[in-house]
């Protein structure tokens, strides 16, 4: 019954941006080498800020017909999401993390692959551009929570929610048009440390 009230695909047109989370420290580096893979981008020491465990299981996942998850950049259809409320600590702890927004473009690179959850998680499947759209189910990826009664139905929403583009090994620089940040003072700090690029103050999108 739940899965036939959320159906509803995800369209081409219904996307004008994907996302990709990221630490402030990041940022100097991904605007001059674009976004890596997490294999690639160790060789520039980047801080972390994804939990150990979750990326223990990411390293043990391999992209059916492809590289291993950690070779792959992980774009997000909807940032606002359990990674990122997890990692703010519920909107509580902002003042480290940006969000960037990144062109549709690349879902007509080569061998982009889409998930319609948590690429982690074991009920997740891998399919192309073309097929993986039409089986995400928009209303839940674009909602604005994932709380539900039914604790069942509360994690398969937690699931979908982090639906992920992967991107084999980087995302050009010249596809990241802004940077979300939350609050003014955390925009100016971005502007005064880095140029071309937009910072944009979106207070909704961390939770707050």
């Not at 081409?12 to 420290?25: G, P, Q, S, V």
């Not at 600590?89 to 319609?116: A, I, P, R, Y």
């Not at 925009?187 to 071309?196: E, M, W």
Request: hydrophobic fraction near 40%; charged fraction near 20%.
């Amino acid at each position: 019954m739940h899965a036939r009230k959320w159906r509803c695909a995800v369209e081409r047109a219904d996307l004008t941006e994907l996302h990709y989370i990221c630490h402030m420290n990041n940022l100097p580096s991904i605007l001059a080498n674009g976004i890596l893979s997490h294999r690639h981008a160790q060789r520039h020491h980047p801080t972390r800020i994804a939990n150990e465990d979750v990326q223990g299981r990411r390293a043990r996942t391999t992209v059916p017909g492809g590289r291993p998850l950690h070779d792959y950049v992980n774009l997000y259809l909807n940032a606002r999401n359990p990674m990122l409320y997890r990692v703010t600590d519920g909107g509580n702890d902002v003042e480290h993390l940006c969000v960037l927004s990144v062109s549709t473009q690349v879902l007509d690179h080569d061998d982009v692959v889409l998930t319609d959850g948590n690429a982690a998680s074991g009920p997740t499947a891998f399919r192309s551009v073309s097929s993986g759209l039409a089986a995400i189910e928009r209303q839940r990826v674009f909602a604005q929570n994932w709380n539900h009664a039914d604790p069942l139905e509360k994690r398969e929403h937690r699931r979908v929610m982090c639906a992920e583009i992967l991107v084999p090994r980087s995302v050009d620089a010249a596809m990241i048009s802004g940077v979300y940040v939350a609050s003014d003072r955390i925009a100016a700090s971005v502007s005064a440390s880095v140029a071309n690029v937009r910072a944009i103050v979106k207070e909704s999108l961390f939770f707050r």
